[in-house]
C-alpha cells in the first residue's frame, strides 16, 4: 500500500538574503563611483555576495531600502543636500564615504576660504537662481559616518576591503602611514631629498601605491592628511629651501584643501 503522505512537506526554505548595498552621489565629479565599475572581475565576485540595490550610475533600476551598506560620493554643498543626506543616514546600517570631496569637501571646498557670493556673480548670469551653502562641507559634519576611504579618486582595491570587511563583521584593513612607506617598498628615491620638489608625502596617507613620485614628481595630497601628520615641520623644511608663504598655501589648498590639518597649515601661512 501506498503511504498516506508520499508528497515533500511544504515547510519553506527562505533563501539568505543577500545584503543590500547602495551607491549615492552628492557633489561630485562621480570618480569615485567609477572606481567601484572599474572593479570588472572583482565586481562580479562582489555581486554574488551582495545586492547592488541603489546605484544610478550603473542602473535605473533601484530597490527600496533600508540598505545594509551605503557608499556617499560627494559634498554636502547645497540645502537640498544637506536634507538629503539625513534620509540616506536613516536608510542606512553601514555609511561609508569615498573619496575626498565626502571626507573632506573636495576641491570645491577652495571656496571655503573666500566669500562664495563673489563666485556666484562672476560665473552666473542670474545669480538669484543659484541656491548654495557658503561652504562645501564633508559627510561627517552632517551625520554619523561609520568609516571614511579616502582619495581623489578612491583605489578600487581599498574599497573592495572596505565592502569585504563590512560584510564579515571586521575593521577594514587601509593604511594610515604615509606616502613616503610606499615609496620605500617602491624602491625610489626620495624626490623631497634628492631633488627638492615640493611633495606632501611624508604628511600625506599612503593609498595611490606612490603613483606621482614614480614619475619624478611630488605627491599632491590626493589621499588627505595621514594619521598624526606634521605639517609645520614639513613647511619649516620648504621654507628653509627658499618657499613663500603664499606657494605653501597653494600646496596645502588641492583636493583635501579643508581636511582639518592641511587647512590649519594653509591658513598659518595666509597674510
Not at 131 to 141: Q, V
Not at 225 to 252: C, H, I, M
Amino acid at each position: 500500500m501506498s503511504p498516506k503522505n508520499n508528497k515533500i512537506p511544504k515547510t519553506a526554505v527562505k533563501k539568505q538574503r543577500k545584503p543590500k548595498l547602495a551607491v549615492w552621489k552628492f557633489s561630485s565629479c562621480d570618480g569615485c563611483q567609477l572606481s567601484l565599475l572599474d572593479c570588472e572581475d572583482e565586481l562580479l565576485a562582489i555581486t554574488e555576495h551582495i545586492e547592488i540595490a541603489n546605484f544610478l550610475e550603473a542602473s535605473r533600476e533601484v530597490v527600496k531600502g533600508p540598505y545594509d551598506i551605503s557608499l556617499v560620493e560627494g559634498s554636502i554643498t547645497t540645502p537640498h543636500d544637506a536634507e538629503r543626506i539625513h534620509q540616506v543616514r536613516r536608510q542606512s546600517k553601514v555609511l561609508v564615504t569615498i573619496g575626498a570631496c565626502a571626507t573632506a569637501g573636495g576641491i570645491q571646498a577652495l571656496r571655503n576660504f573666500k566669500d562664495v557670493k563673489q563666485f556666484i556673480v562672476a560665473v552666473y548670469a542670474n545669480p538669484k537662481y543659484i541656491e548654495t551653502l557658503n561652504k562645501s562641507t564633508p559627510i561627517a559634519d552632517h551625520v554619523f559616518v561609520d568609516f571614511e576611504l579616502r582619495g581623489c579618486p578612491i583605489n578600487k582595491h581599498q574599497l573592495i576591503e572596505v565592502i569585504n570587511a563590512y560584510l564579515n563583521g571586521r575593521k577594514p584593513n587601509t593604511p594610515a602611514y604615509a606616502v613616503c612607506i610606499e615609496c620605500k617598498r617602491r624602491f625610489i628615491t626620495c624626490e623631497l631629498v634628492a631633488h627638492g620638489p615640493t611633495c606632501l608625502g611624508p604628511v600625506t596617507q599612503a593609498g595611490c601605491n606612490a603613483l606621482c613620485p614614480s614619475y619624478s614628481r611630488g605627491c599632491f595630497g590626493c589621499y588627505g592628511p595621514k594619521e598624526t601628520p606634521n605639517t609645520s615641520a614639513l613647511s619649516t623644511y620648504w621654507t628653509s629651501l627658499g618657499v613663500k608663504d603664499d606657494e605653501l598655501v597653494r600646496l596645502f589648498r588641492g583636493f583635501n584643501a579643508y581636511a582639518e590639518a592641511f587647512r590649519k597649515e594653509s591658513e598659518a601661512h595666509e597674510k
